[in-house]
């Protein structure tokens, strides 16, 4: 679904990204790890349209949204539904948890607005029961739920989730990465970005890891975890 070729970018004249070349097919979760700076959320926001792209490809499905004739825009790649969830949550803290929700569907999917705010509030039953709360007031994990529940008002094509477990207790951990499972075994592709080596190497069906804006390994989780010298090296294992 998602094809990266030889993709540089970064901020300004700094490069950051080195020629990262990286695929989700349809039906994985496929885990991104490394360690802070290796250039994980930099990729994800050049993947997003939000970074712009140096040299090589993105292509998602049958569209190209960065290449030789065409740089990706945001705007571009959520009419797409390549959706991504940031780090750090972003919501909208004035705003109530359905109005965080409704504006997912800013973009894409407004039609279906009604359906998917049932949906996500199934999925997600606490925020049913806080619709109308702030959502400057909710716990960390329920942010995360929000900021998740929000891309899927956009009835996402493939999910991006930018370190989703961070700052978040181990129990609300534990209730997010079930909840990927469960998306993912709906057959909805993720592509995992993580620090959170353990957890995500449990739900992956592949995996990359960056370092220093380079992928410097791809295989299954197996084969990783049968890497002596890459965990010691790149994951801390």
Do not use: C, W
């Amino acid at each position: 679904m998602l094809e990266v070729g030889a993709l540089r970018g970064g901020y300004g004249r700094v490069e950051v990204l080195r020629g990262i070349d990286l695929a989700v097919r349809p039906g994985e979760v496929v885990a991104l790890l490394g360690s802070n700076g290796a250039g994980k959320t930099t990729l994800n926001n050049t993947l997003s349209g939000l970074l712009p792209v140096f040299s090589g490809t993105i292509r998602f499905e049958d569209q190209t949204l960065a290449g030789a004739s065409y740089t990706a825009h945001y705007t571009d790649v959520v009419a797409a539904g390549l959706i991504h969830v940031p780090e750090g949550r972003r919501v909208f803290p004035n705003l109530s948890v359905q109005e965080n929700l409704e504006l997912g569907s800013y973009r894409r999917a407004r039609a279906s607005r009604s359906r998917n705010l049932e949906r996500v509030l199934h999925i997600f039953p606490r925020l049913k029961e806080r619709t109308a709360q702030r959502a400057g007031t909710l716990s960390g994990g329920e942010q995360q739920m929000l900021a998740i529940g929000r891309g899927l008002m956009a009835e996402p094509r493939l999910l991006i989730l930018d370190e989703p477990s961070l700052g978040l207790s181990p129990v609300a951990v534990e209730e997010l990465f079930a909840l990927i499972g469960q998306l993912n075994r709906e057959g909805l592709p993720i592509l995992l970005v993580e620090q959170n080596v353990g957890q995500s190497l449990e739900i992956a069906h592949r995996a990359y890891v960056l370092e220093n804006g380079a992928i410097v390994f791809q295989g299954t989780p197996a084969e990783l975890l049968a890497n002596a010298e890459l965990k010691r090296a790149y994951l801390g294992l």
